[in-house]
């Protein structure tokens, strides 16, 4: 469900008891961007969970199960393209 922030605002109390009965979340939106979202409890401790897991990952930790044991090396990166052009004044030739 997407709720602006503002329509939100004046509806806090009732959205949270909506996260709190159904699970659903509900994405906070301001010009149509998705800013925040307001999740149930049980999905805050598997997005935090997952969280953990990825910081283990970084600095080395325990890999879970069916993952590969180090990541994917990253391709090099190519240099910035560069941009080759020629200001011409109105009138000009050659």
Known sequence: MDVPVTEARAQFADLVNRVAYTGEPVKLTRRGRVMAAL?????????????????????????PPGQPSRPAERPQQQPPMRIAAEYRPPGFSR
């Open 39 to 63: 999740v149930s409890p049980e999905d805050l401790e598997l997005l935090e969970a997952v969280r953990a897991q990825r910081a283990d990952l970084q600095v080395g930790g325990t890999v």
